[in-house]
Protein backbone atom coordinates (compact mmCIF):
# COMPACT_ATOMS: atom_id res chain seq x y z
CA UNK A 1 0.00 0.00 0.00
CA UNK A 2 1.25 3.54 -0.50
CA UNK A 3 2.06 6.00 2.28
CA UNK A 4 -0.67 8.43 2.14
CA UNK A 5 -0.57 11.52 4.20
CA UNK A 6 -3.68 12.83 5.63
CA UNK A 7 -3.03 17.16 6.51
CA UNK A 8 0.33 17.70 8.76
CA UNK A 9 -0.39 15.18 11.56
CA UNK A 10 -1.16 11.60 10.33
CA UNK A 11 0.49 9.46 8.37
CA UNK A 12 -1.34 5.85 7.66
CA UNK A 13 1.38 3.29 6.45
CA UNK A 14 0.22 -0.12 7.71
CA UNK A 15 -2.91 -1.71 5.91
CA UNK A 16 -3.60 -2.79 9.96
CA UNK A 17 -4.29 0.29 10.76
CA UNK A 18 -6.47 1.83 8.00
CA UNK A 19 -8.86 0.30 5.16
CA UNK A 20 -8.28 3.27 2.30
CA UNK A 21 -10.27 3.25 -0.69
CA UNK A 22 -9.07 5.89 -3.55
CA UNK A 23 -10.83 7.30 -6.21
CA UNK A 24 -8.80 7.16 -10.13
CA UNK A 25 -7.14 10.54 -9.09
CA UNK A 26 -5.42 8.82 -5.94
CA UNK A 27 -7.24 11.32 -3.40
CA UNK A 28 -8.78 9.40 -0.22
CA UNK A 29 -12.58 9.43 -0.48
CA UNK A 30 -12.82 7.32 2.65
CA UNK A 31 -10.76 6.14 5.06
CA UNK A 32 -11.30 4.26 8.39
CA UNK A 33 -8.64 4.76 11.42
CA UNK A 34 -8.37 3.18 14.34
CA UNK A 35 -7.17 5.03 17.84
CA UNK A 36 -3.79 3.98 17.68
CA UNK A 37 -3.74 5.92 14.61
CA UNK A 38 -5.04 9.29 15.48
CA UNK A 39 -3.20 9.01 19.17
CA UNK A 40 -4.36 8.86 22.53
CA UNK A 41 -6.73 11.41 22.98
CA UNK A 42 -7.44 11.02 26.92
CA UNK A 43 -4.56 10.76 29.33
CA UNK A 44 -4.75 10.23 33.31
CA UNK A 45 -3.74 14.18 33.79
CA UNK A 46 -6.23 15.27 31.58
CA UNK A 47 -8.45 13.00 32.99
CA UNK A 48 -8.06 14.17 36.65
CA UNK A 49 -8.02 17.77 35.88
CA UNK A 50 -11.63 16.98 34.83
CA UNK A 51 -12.57 15.10 37.50
CA UNK A 52 -11.16 18.25 40.22
CA UNK A 53 -13.55 20.63 37.63
CA UNK A 54 -15.98 18.06 38.40
CA UNK A 55 -16.03 18.23 42.09
CA UNK A 56 -14.84 21.90 42.42
CA UNK A 57 -18.44 22.77 40.50
CA UNK A 58 -20.37 20.42 42.61
CA UNK A 59 -18.58 21.97 45.87
CA UNK A 60 -19.97 25.31 44.44
CA UNK A 61 -23.47 24.01 43.85
CA UNK A 62 -23.50 22.08 47.31
CA UNK A 63 -22.17 25.33 49.03
CA UNK A 64 -25.18 27.54 47.67
CA UNK A 65 -27.48 24.94 48.58
CA UNK A 66 -26.63 25.07 52.52
CA UNK A 67 -28.41 28.65 51.69
CA UNK A 68 -32.16 27.15 51.29
CA UNK A 69 -34.67 25.82 53.14
CA UNK A 70 -35.19 22.08 53.74
CA UNK A 71 -39.10 23.04 52.23
CA UNK A 72 -36.78 24.78 49.29
CA UNK A 73 -34.64 21.51 49.09
CA UNK A 74 -37.39 19.20 48.54
CA UNK A 75 -40.44 21.60 47.45
CA UNK A 76 -41.61 20.20 43.80
CA UNK A 77 -39.52 22.25 40.95
CA UNK A 78 -40.03 21.94 37.14
CA UNK A 79 -36.74 19.68 36.92
CA UNK A 80 -35.80 16.34 35.61
CA UNK A 81 -35.81 14.75 38.85
CA UNK A 82 -38.48 16.71 40.88
CA UNK A 83 -36.70 18.96 43.20
CA UNK A 84 -33.47 20.15 43.91
CA UNK A 85 -32.70 17.31 46.15
CA UNK A 86 -33.85 14.94 43.37
CA UNK A 87 -31.35 16.22 41.32
CA UNK A 88 -28.44 16.09 44.07
CA UNK A 89 -29.15 12.86 44.57
CA UNK A 90 -29.46 11.71 40.98
CA UNK A 91 -26.13 13.21 40.09
CA UNK A 92 -24.14 11.50 42.73
CA UNK A 93 -25.79 8.55 42.56
CA UNK A 94 -24.64 8.32 39.02
CA UNK A 95 -21.42 9.05 40.05
CA UNK A 96 -21.53 6.11 42.53
CA UNK A 97 -22.88 4.01 39.84
CA UNK A 98 -20.72 4.55 37.01
CA UNK A 99 -18.11 4.28 39.42
CA UNK A 100 -18.90 0.49 40.79
CA UNK A 101 -19.00 -0.43 37.04
CA UNK A 102 -15.75 0.69 36.00
CA UNK A 103 -13.41 -0.11 39.67
CA UNK A 104 -15.38 -3.45 41.14
CA UNK A 105 -17.43 -4.29 38.49
CA UNK A 106 -20.76 -4.49 39.93
CA UNK A 107 -24.11 -3.47 38.39
CA UNK A 108 -26.55 -2.06 40.75
CA UNK A 109 -30.17 -2.26 39.60
CA UNK A 110 -31.20 1.18 40.48
CA UNK A 111 -29.60 4.52 41.57
CA UNK A 112 -29.43 5.40 45.41
CA UNK A 113 -32.81 6.12 46.01
CA UNK A 114 -33.84 10.01 47.57
CA UNK A 115 -35.45 8.58 50.77
CA UNK A 116 -32.01 7.21 51.54
CA UNK A 117 -30.26 10.77 51.35
CA UNK A 118 -33.25 13.06 53.09
CA UNK A 119 -30.96 15.74 54.09
CA UNK A 120 -28.58 18.05 52.22
CA UNK A 121 -25.77 17.17 55.41
CA UNK A 122 -26.25 13.47 54.71
CA UNK A 123 -25.91 14.09 50.70
CA UNK A 124 -22.77 16.23 51.22
CA UNK A 125 -21.09 13.43 53.46
CA UNK A 126 -21.63 10.78 50.74
CA UNK A 127 -20.60 13.01 48.35
CA UNK A 128 -17.31 13.66 50.54
CA UNK A 129 -17.11 9.85 50.58
CA UNK A 130 -18.10 9.20 47.11
CA UNK A 131 -15.16 11.84 45.71
CA UNK A 132 -12.65 9.79 48.20
CA UNK A 133 -13.06 6.69 46.40
CA UNK A 134 -13.24 7.90 43.09
CA UNK A 135 -10.02 9.93 43.46
CA UNK A 136 -8.08 6.96 45.08
CA UNK A 137 -9.55 4.79 41.64
CA UNK A 138 -8.32 7.42 39.35
CA UNK A 139 -5.02 7.87 41.33
CA UNK A 140 -5.07 3.45 40.59
CA UNK A 141 -5.36 3.79 36.74
CA UNK A 142 -2.21 3.54 34.32
CA UNK A 143 -2.44 5.13 30.79
CA UNK A 144 -3.33 1.38 29.35
CA UNK A 145 -6.14 0.76 31.42
CA UNK A 146 -7.98 4.06 30.29
CA UNK A 147 -8.37 2.27 26.75
CA UNK A 148 -9.28 -1.19 27.69
CA UNK A 149 -13.11 -1.95 27.23
CA UNK A 150 -15.46 -2.34 30.37
CA UNK A 151 -18.43 -4.82 30.11
CA UNK A 152 -21.84 -3.94 32.41
CA UNK A 153 -25.44 -3.32 33.09
CA UNK A 154 -27.82 -0.77 33.04
CA UNK A 155 -30.47 -0.55 35.72
CA UNK A 156 -32.59 -2.44 33.27
CA UNK A 157 -30.18 -5.33 32.68
CA UNK A 158 -29.19 -4.38 29.66
CA UNK A 159 -25.90 -5.46 28.46
CA UNK A 160 -23.21 -2.76 27.33
CA UNK A 161 -19.59 -2.29 26.85
CA UNK A 162 -17.62 0.65 26.30
CA UNK A 163 -14.00 2.12 26.57
CA UNK A 164 -13.39 2.84 30.37
CA UNK A 165 -12.19 6.97 29.37
CA UNK A 166 -15.11 7.10 27.54
CA UNK A 167 -17.79 5.92 30.24
CA UNK A 168 -15.25 8.40 33.16
CA UNK A 169 -15.98 11.14 31.15
CA UNK A 170 -19.59 10.90 30.76
CA UNK A 171 -19.61 10.56 34.36
CA UNK A 172 -18.19 14.30 33.93
CA UNK A 173 -20.49 15.22 31.08
CA UNK A 174 -23.62 14.23 33.02
CA UNK A 175 -22.44 16.03 35.98
CA UNK A 176 -22.54 18.91 33.67
CA UNK A 177 -26.11 18.95 33.04
CA UNK A 178 -27.29 17.83 35.95
CA UNK A 179 -25.58 20.94 38.19
CA UNK A 180 -26.87 22.92 35.72
CA UNK A 181 -30.54 22.17 36.50
CA UNK A 182 -29.51 22.60 40.28
CA UNK A 183 -27.94 26.08 39.23
CA UNK A 184 -31.35 27.02 38.09
CA UNK A 185 -33.38 25.44 41.42
CA UNK A 186 -30.72 27.52 43.49
CA UNK A 187 -30.85 30.76 41.81
CA UNK A 188 -34.62 30.58 41.74
CA UNK A 189 -34.39 30.63 45.32
CA UNK A 190 -32.10 33.68 45.38
CA UNK A 191 -29.03 31.54 45.84
CA UNK A 192 -27.29 31.12 42.30
CA UNK A 193 -23.80 28.98 42.78
CA UNK A 194 -22.20 31.35 40.36
CA UNK A 195 -19.97 30.22 37.19
CA UNK A 196 -19.65 26.77 36.86
CA UNK A 197 -17.52 26.83 33.64
CA UNK A 198 -14.40 24.82 32.98
CA UNK A 199 -12.33 27.81 31.95
CA UNK A 200 -13.55 29.95 35.46
CA UNK A 201 -12.08 26.54 37.04
CA UNK A 202 -8.77 26.87 35.19
CA UNK A 203 -8.62 30.55 35.60
CA UNK A 204 -9.02 29.79 39.30
CA UNK A 205 -5.71 27.74 39.13
CA UNK A 206 -8.16 25.04 39.75
CA UNK A 207 -5.65 22.07 37.84
CA UNK A 208 -1.95 21.19 38.06
CA UNK A 209 -0.21 22.76 35.00
CA UNK A 210 0.80 19.39 33.65
CA UNK A 211 -3.18 18.67 34.21
CA UNK A 212 -4.17 22.43 32.82
CA UNK A 213 -1.81 21.70 29.69
CA UNK A 214 -3.67 18.17 29.28
CA UNK A 215 -6.72 20.23 28.86
CA UNK A 216 -5.62 23.09 27.25
CA UNK A 217 -3.62 20.91 24.41
Not at 148 to 164: D, R
Amino acid sequence: MPHVTLGAHLQLSECERIATQLNEEGRIIRATINSETRGDPMNRDGLRALYDYNYWANARVLNAATKVSPDQLQAPARLSHGSLRGTLVHTLGTEIVWRLRCHEGISPSALPAESELPTLELIRARCADEERLMRGYLASLSEGALHATVQYKTTKGAPFENVLWHLLLHVVNHGTQFRAEAAVALTGYGHSPGDLDLLVFLREGGAHPTQHAALSS
